[in-house]
């Protein structure tokens, strides 16, 4: 039995709200997240010196194109991307890419879960980001941000 049109796109259009909301959650924790402490520099909280929110633009095939919110996070060795890379990822119900562009973790969205790092298969908590982000952080051979 298939579904009737209107039908299909009411349910794609919810798939693609319900992912904007995660998308917009994930990116309202992570920058609570790498925000400094009150009266706090302490680099061991947080190595990030700067965060750069934007859109990207996606198309997928059942939900067609949207805008997306995207994060650089810039620490004083290299620049962290923060990048969704779809709604549809095996095993999930949509994966958000961190990478230097040297090294890249892949955090998937499980309704059941919430965010978890594909990696070692944990939820993201904050020390877990924190984690990630110090690892990837460290100076890479040839980056240049200046």
Known sequence: MSVPPNEEALTNQKIKED??????GLVKQLKEWTRPQHGASCPCCTPVCD???????????HIGSYSAPMLYLKTENT??????????AIGAIGRVDMSNHGR?????YSSRRGWVCMENRQSLTKS???ELLADLAQKQS?????
Do not use: C, M, Q, V
Not at 79 to 88: D, N, Q, S, V
């Open 19 to 24: 992912w904007l909301a995660a998308l917009d």
């Open 51 to 61: 965060i750069i929110e934007t859109i990207i633009e996606l198309d997928e095939e």
């Open 104 to 108: 890249r973790y892949s955090l998937l």
């Open 128 to 130: 877990l980001f924190l």
């Open 142 to 146: 040839g980056s240049n941000l200046h």
């Open 79 to 88: 620049l962290i991307e923060l990048k969704p890379a779809g709604r549809f």
